[in-house]
């Protein structure tokens, strides 16, 4: 199925909304005229296709054939398509190739495999080892042994019912007694413990409640994609964000089967690159959604001397609770062996198990009489030594699974005859041993295991243990060096504009685990790390009902970042932190006697009395806090790349991880203005103060002047001159649109402020865009240009801003 080949409209930006039922499509067509007021020029939407009934965010599908109905179903959809073309929007929308919910009772796709096996014309769109389990799939549903449990398990007709769970029943096998009725069918019911170690069916990272789909398959292709395709063929939808390609069997050829599928839309693909990895060149698609613009970023506004020092602060504070030392490297690599072990175990086994049968099978002797204990030993050693998430057939692997890596993976076997495991994987690996149906299924499985590592490894357990610096530890960035220089930063913004002009940008989105202003406030902490440890040692004196220092640190800075806030929000997120971290509880061990002691240090603590000294601390920063907030605000909005906005966050927004920063936003009724500017504050009070009149002006002036931001705009850095040139970070885009912000202000001002540091424009006359009025030529005093804001956006005089 292909779509007619059309012009793919890129978007001057989006605003992202996430759709639940109690946030359904008329809710969403309800707050167009507002958004639409905003200056962007799509919506972007969260899943639409039909979910688990209740889900809040929409990843868990049920049947990619129909539009979700608890959200209005398709006419819901279409009717809001509608209202946005009426108010000049678009519609982009997140699809989810990777998965589908493993709840049979909704999935009809599922509920037909695992009535008829194999046979079932649906058996090819799950990722299921038949082979492995007997010929059953397991489905860790039992809240126990199945001995301690069975008793709970009824026959209902054609159905199998467990609790909330519902099994269809293989035909003929419905008067069997129970123990034999289990036997009989193609599934296999068992404690959800299993689920670590035996599992026989490719999860979304370590949660089993969602199965792998093969879109690998072209049939598994067209039935799971021709609704959305329809949905663009017909106008309703106009782009797409393509969630986790990297769970994807064969990323590259998905892609460019996408692409032809919709003509060409704008499509960005959520890919997390690693600190300086570049996206595959050959993918047909815009860039990514935007989470290395999110660490360039956030990086121009960290202090790298001063986060030196707060690191050197932590270790002391922490010590010797910092995970041995506080080293990111070493903290990634002992989490990487905790979740290969533990939560991936079951992957590692289908890992070993298909190396292993294609070892012992080869014609070529240099595969043969490899133990699978070595195997699985170098797999593993091989696995936790990947710095990116998984390597790519466009690719070369040698890039990623290096020589030095596999040198160090040798020094891990205590028989070195077995160490020669190393290079038999690293070779398949890197496809030199050729392209057959093993060899392809083997590094198929190897990058779909990489990607899972490393996203439960980095982002759901480095994370939360290795915690100097919260405003760091978010999706692609790199904790252990977080400060990007504006050399890098122009380095970077550089490279955009010339590969990747289209890519998607964000500071904030329904995954980031801290919102773009509580970061920004946190990056403050680099510029004055004592002060930080002073009170710190202060509040933390007694050290009663502290469960341990890590946490602490932690904490304290939850509540420095977020401000003023509901201390259940607060707990809710640090309850969720020590589960992740997994080192005194976790998810599935939980503790209560510890968990209880981090719910009443909190209660106690961060947001008690204490907490005071931390707001007060806050308080006394507040200007710097706030010449983050815009300065990332303006950086993101006018840098290369489209912008994505997340719902709210137009305003202050200052919300933590997940599911804090899903709630439902409430918009105003109607469109509103772009707020006067008061005075120095600049707007509104707060740290947040004039962010809605910053993000309005940029958007609009995006939207008059799509020219200066497009696909053939430039992009060129400004540098400052005088003493205080470091702190002003300054770009030009096509020679019309000019962006300048206050970097390091803190620093800034203790060192005596901007004296006489100066600004060179390009030719001509500039008009500042947040203070109409006011112009400036020349050698501009940056003093002036940042009188009343710590940011600047001009626009060159006459360049169409009565447009």
Same mark, same amino acid.
């Given at each position: 199925?292909?779509?007619?080949?059309?012009?793919?409209?890129?978007?001057?930006?989006?605003?992202?909304?996430?759709?639940?039922?109690?946030?359904?499509?008329?809710?969403?067509?309800?707050?167009?005229?507002?958004?639409?007021?905003?200056?962007?020029?799509?919506?972007?939407?969260?899943?639409?296709?039909?979910?688990?009934?209740?889900?809040?965010?929409?990843?868990?599908?049920?049947?990619?054939?129909?539009?979700?109905?608890?959200?209005?179903?398709?006419?819901?959809?279409?009717?809001?398509?509608?209202?946005?073309?009426?108010?000049?929007?678009?519609?982009?929308?997140?699809?989810?190739?990777?998965?589908?919910?493993?709840?049979?009772?909704?999935?009809?796709?599922?509920?037909?495999?695992?009535?008829?096996?194999?046979?079932?014309?649906?058996?090819?769109?799950?990722?299921?080892?038949?082979?492995?389990?007997?010929?059953?799939?397991?489905?860790?549903?039992?809240?126990?042994?199945?001995?301690?449990?069975?008793?709970?398990?009824?026959?209902?007709?054609?159905?199998?019912?467990?609790?909330?769970?519902?099994?269809?029943?293989?035909?003929?096998?419905?008067?069997?007694?129970?123990?034999?009725?289990?036997?009989?069918?193609?599934?296999?019911?068992?404690?959800?413990?299993?689920?670590?170690?035996?599992?026989?069916?490719?999860?979304?990272?370590?949660?089993?409640?969602?199965?792998?789909?093969?879109?690998?398959?072209?049939?598994?292709?067209?039935?799971?994609?021709?609704?959305?395709?329809?949905?663009?063929?017909?106008?309703?939808?106009?782009?797409?964000?393509?969630?986790?390609?990297?769970?994807?069997?064969?990323?590259?050829?998905?892609?460019?089967?996408?692409?032809?599928?919709?003509?060409?839309?704008?499509?960005?693909?959520?890919?997390?690159?690693?600190?300086?990895?570049?996206?595959?060149?050959?993918?047909?698609?815009?860039?990514?959604?935007?989470?290395?613009?999110?660490?360039?970023?956030?990086?121009?506004?960290?202090?790298?001397?001063?986060?030196?020092?707060?690191?050197?602060?932590?270790?002391?504070?922490?010590?010797?609770?910092?995970?041995?030392?506080?080293?990111?490297?070493?903290?990634?690599?002992?989490?990487?062996?905790?979740?290969?072990?533990?939560?991936?175990?079951?992957?590692?086994?289908?890992?070993?198990?298909?190396?292993?049968?294609?070892?012992?099978?080869?014609?070529?002797?240099?595969?043969?009489?490899?133990?699978?204990?070595?195997?699985?030993?170098?797999?593993?050693?091989?696995?936790?030594?990947?710095?990116?998430?998984?390597?790519?057939?466009?690719?070369?692997?040698?890039?990623?699974?290096?020589?030095?890596?596999?040198?160090?993976?040798?020094?891990?076997?205590?028989?070195?005859?077995?160490?020669?495991?190393?290079?038999?994987?690293?070779?398949?690996?890197?496809?030199?041993?050729?392209?057959?149906?093993?060899?392809?299924?083997?590094?198929?499985?190897?990058?779909?295991?990489?990607?899972?590592?490393?996203?439960?490894?980095?982002?759901?357990?480095?994370?939360?243990?290795?915690?100097?610096?919260?405003?760091?530890?978010?999706?692609?960035?790199?904790?252990?060096?977080?400060?990007?220089?504006?050399?890098?930063?122009?380095?970077?913004?550089?490279?955009?504009?010339?590969?990747?002009?289209?890519?998607?940008?964000?500071?904030?989105?329904?995954?980031?685990?801290?919102?773009?202003?509580?970061?920004?406030?946190?990056?403050? #902490?680099?510029?004055?790390? =004592?002060?930080?440890?002073?009170?710190? !040692?202060? *509040?933390?004196? $007694?050290?009663? %009902? +502290? /469960? @341990?220092?890590?946490?602490?640190?932690?904490?304290?800075?939850?509540?420095?970042?977020?401000?003023?806030?509901?201390?259940?929000?607060?707990?809710?997120?640090?309850?969720?932190?020590?589960?992740?971290?997994?080192?005194?509880?976790?998810?599935?061990?939980?503790?209560?006697?510890?968990?209880?002691?981090?719910?009443?240090?909190?209660?106690?603590?961060?947001?008690?009395?204490?907490?005071?000294?931390?707001?007060?601390?806050?308080?006394? #920063?507040?200007?710097?806090? =706030?010449?983050?907030?815009?300065?990332? !605000?303006? *950086?993101?909005? $006018?840098?290369? %790349? +489209? /912008? @994505?906005?997340?719902?709210?966050?137009?305003?202050?927004?200052?919300?933590?991880?997940?599911?804090?920063?899903?709630?439902?936003?409430?918009?105003?009724?109607?469109?509103?203005?772009?707020?006067?500017?008061?005075?120095?504050?600049?707007?509104?009070?707060?740290?947040?103060?004039?962010?809605?009149?910053?993000?309005?002006?940029?958007?609009?002036?995006?939207?008059?002047?799509?020219?200066?931001?497009?696909?053939?705009?430039?992009?060129?850095?400004?540098?400052?001159?005088?003493?205080?040139?470091?702190?002003?970070?300054?770009?030009?885009?096509?020679?019309?649109?000019?962006?300048?912000?206050?970097?390091?202000?803190?620093?800034?001002?203790?060192?005596?402020?901007?004296?006489?540091?100066?600004?060179?424009?390009?030719?001509?006359?500039?008009?500042?865009?947040?203070?109409?009025?006011?112009?400036?030529?020349?050698?501009?005093?940056?003093?002036?240009?940042?009188?009343?804001?710590?940011?600047?956006?001009?626009?060159?005089?006459?360049?169409?801003?009565?447009?």
């Amino acid at each position: 199925m292909t779509l007619e080949q059309s012009d793919p409209a890129v978007p001057t930006a989006t605003y992202r909304l996430q759709l639940q039922p109690g946030f359904p499509f008329a809710a969403a067509a309800a707050a167009v005229p507002y958004v639409a007021s905003l200056g962007v020029s799509h919506l972007h939407l969260s899943p639409v296709l039909e979910a688990v009934p209740g889900s809040t965010h929409g990843y868990d599908v049920v049947d990619h054939a129909r539009v979700r109905g608890e959200l209005g179903g398709e006419e819901g959809l279409r009717s809001l398509a509608r209202t946005a073309r009426e108010h000049g929007l678009g519609l982009i929308v997140d699809i989810v190739p990777n998965h589908m919910a493993m709840s049979p009772r909704h999935n009809h796709a599922l509920w037909e495999v695992l009535r008829e096996g194999p046979a079932s014309r649906y058996a090819r769109w799950f990722d299921i080892d038949w082979e492995a389990q007997g010929g059953q799939v397991l489905l860790p549903v039992l809240g126990g042994p199945l001995g301690a449990e069975i008793d709970r398990l009824k026959v209902d007709g054609d159905v199998l019912r467990y609790h909330e769970h519902a099994f269809p029943l293989r035909e003929g096998t419905a008067r069997l007694p129970l123990p034999e009725l289990l036997d009989a069918q193609w599934y296999r019911p068992v404690w959800w413990r299993l689920a670590r170690t035996e599992l026989n069916y490719r999860r979304f990272f370590s949660i089993s409640e969602l199965i792998g789909v093969r879109v690998e398959d072209p049939e598994v292709f067209e039935a799971t994609h021709a609704t959305i395709l329809e949905l663009l063929r017909e106008g309703v939808i106009d782009g797409l964000r393509v969630d986790h390609p990297d769970g994807l069997a064969d990323p590259d050829t998905y892609l460019r089967r996408l692409h032809e599928a919709t003509g060409g839309r704008w499509t960005v693909v959520e890919k997390i690159l690693s600190d300086g990895e570049p996206l595959p060149a050959s993918w047909p698609v815009a860039g990514t959604t935007g989470y290395d613009a999110l660490r360039h970023v956030d990086g121009l506004f960290t202090d790298p001397a001063g986060f030196g020092e707060l690191l050197g602060q932590y270790r002391r504070f922490a010590a010797p609770q910092t995970d041995r030392g506080g080293d990111w490297d070493a903290t990634v690599r002992r989490a990487a062996y905790k979740v290969l072990t533990h939560e991936l175990a079951t992957e590692v086994d289908r890992l070993t198990r298909v190396v292993s049968r294609l070892c012992a099978t080869s014609p070529e002797p240099a595969l043969r009489d490899r133990a699978p204990w070595a195997l699985r030993t170098a797999l593993q050693e091989l696995l936790v030594r990947l710095e990116v998430y998984r390597p790519y057939a466009s690719v070369d692997a040698s890039a990623v699974v290096t020589e030095e890596a596999a040198a160090e993976a040798r020094l891990a076997f205590v028989v070195p005859e077995e160490a020669g495991a190393v290079d038999v994987v690293r070779d398949l690996v890197l496809g030199r041993y050729g392209d057959g149906p093993a060899q392809v299924e083997f590094r198929t499985r190897f990058a779909q295991t990489a990607s899972a590592l490393r996203a439960k490894a980095v982002e759901d357990t480095a994370y939360y243990r290795y915690v100097p610096l919260l405003s760091a530890n978010e999706v692609g960035g790199n904790p252990g060096a977080p400060a990007v220089s504006p050399e890098r930063f122009h380095a970077y913004c550089a490279r955009v504009q010339r590969d990747w002009p289209a890519t998607g940008t964000v500071v904030s989105t329904h995954d980031t685990k801290r919102s773009a202003d509580v970061r920004a406030a946190l990056h403050v #902490l680099t510029e004055c790390p =004592r002060r930080w440890a002073d009170v710190l !040692a202060e *509040v933390t004196r $007694t050290g009663e %009902g +502290v /469960p @341990d220092a890590q946490l602490a640190w932690a904490a304290w800075q939850t509540v420095f970042g977020l401000g003023p806030a509901d201390g259940e929000r607060v707990r809710g997120a640090l309850l969720k932190h020590v589960r992740e971290a997994g080192l005194y509880t976790s998810w599935t061990e939980q503790e209560p006697p510890y968990e209880e002691a981090v719910a009443r240090f909190v209660a106690a603590g961060p947001c008690g009395a204490p907490g005071g000294k931390v707001a007060a601390l806050r308080a006394s #920063l507040e200007p710097h806090v =706030r010449a983050n907030v815009l300065g990332t !605000a303006l *950086v993101h909005l $006018t840098m290369p %790349g +489209v /912008p @994505d906005v997340y719902q709210g966050t137009e305003g202050e927004y200052r919300a933590l991880v997940d599911p804090d920063n899903r709630r439902v936003v409430a918009f105003p009724p109607e469109p509103s203005e772009l707020p006067e500017p008061s005075g120095g504050s600049g707007g509104s009070g707060g740290s947040g103060g004039g962010k809605e009149a910053v993000t309005r002006a940029a958007l609009r002036l995006r939207a008059r002047r799509p020219d200066a931001f497009g696909d053939t705009a430039s992009y060129e850095p400004l540098t400052a001159e005088g003493p205080a040139a470091a702190h002003c970070v300054a770009f030009v885009r096509s020679g019309q649109v000019l962006t300048a912000v206050t970097r390091l202000s803190l620093r800034l001002a203790e060192a005596g402020g901007w004296r006489d540091t100066r600004l060179a424009l390009p030719p001509g006359r500039w008009a500042d865009v947040l203070e109409p009025g006011r112009e400036f030529t020349g050698h501009a005093r940056v003093a002036e240009l940042f009188e009343r804001w710590p940011v600047a956006l001009l626009e060159r005089a006459g360049a169409g801003q009565d447009g």
